[in-house]
Antibody, heavy 118, light 110 residues
Framework: EVQLVQSGVEVKKPGESLKISCKGS????????IGWVRQLPGKGLEWMGI????????TYSPSFQGQVTISVDKSTSTTYLHWNSLKASDTAIYYC???????????WGQGVLVTVSS | QSVLTQPPSVSAAPGQKVTISCSGS????????VSWYQQLPGTAPKLLIS???KRPSGIPDRFSGSKSGTSATLDITGLQTGDEADYYC???????????FGGGTKLTVL
């Protein structure tokens, strides 16, 4: 089955670090871009960045550059989204999504709810 | 404030047709392909339309997309209660160097 499976719910405190994951299966993971999208509570979709697993080429949205790090492990077909120091404003659902033709995301993970609260 | 402008909400009766608009500019919609996504309550977004008007496998032909100039449109005919969801347009913005989404439109099937 073609799918993206993300890691589970996270509850963290401000200042803590966090890495969430997204594992692809059922398709050629290495040769397909994977992006990350944030959805703040009750709000719309925001593109964060994208990575090409084969060579780890990464592009970030200007809004998220320097705020997060996107990485990949080809050996496990897994991409990661990492924060060094979380803020309460990072509370959101984070989706990974496979890039299809152009800038279309044709396959989405189930999302990870990250709650940052003291 | 989203770069792409969508109406916050639309509504129509079962069986009717609804149109959702997405307004942008020459740096995004006019010169790039538009995609549409459906987000059912409590679930991840799902691709409905790519490259302005193409339906992925499994998407009913009740859903159709079009683009003209700096605007794009999603039409849904034969509305069903199961179509109640948030709908988002998205495209690349060549000036901002970022993928942009509309603010989303909540569809209510009365």
């Amino acid at each position: 089955e073609v799918q993206l499976v993300q890691s589970g719910v996270e509850v963290k405190k401000p200042g803590e670090s966090l890495k969430i994951s997204c594992k692809g299966s059922g398709y050629s993971f290495t040769n397909t871009w994977i992006g990350w999208v944030r959805q703040l509570p009750g709000k719309g979709l925001e593109w964060m960045g994208i990575i090409y697993p084969d060579d780890s080429e990464t592009t970030y949205s200007p809004s998220f550059q320097g705020q997060v790090t996107i990485s990949v492990d080809k050996s496990t077909s897994t991409t990661y989204l990492h924060w060094n120091s979380l803020k309460a404003s990072d509370t959101a659902i984070y989706y990974c999504a496979r890039r299809g033709f152009g800038w279309t995301f044709d396959l989405w993970g189930q999302g990870v709810l990250v709650t940052v609260s003291s | 404030q989203s770069v792409l402008t969508q109406p916050p909400s639309v509504s129509a009766a079962p069986g009717q047709k609804v149109t959702i608009s997405c307004s942008g500019s020459n740096s995004n919609i006019e010169n790039n392909f538009v995609s549409w996504y459906q987000q059912l309550p409590g679930t991840a977004p799902k691709l409905l339309i790519s490259e302005n008007h193409k339906r992925p496998s499994g998407i009913p032909d009740r859903f159709s997309g079009s683009k003209s100039g700096t605007s794009a449109t999603l039409d849904i005919t034969g509305l069903q209660t199961g179509d109640e969801a948030d709908y988002y347009c998205g495209t690349w913005d060549s000036s901002l160097f970022t993928l942009v989404f509309g603010g989303g439109t909540k569809l209510t099937v009365l």
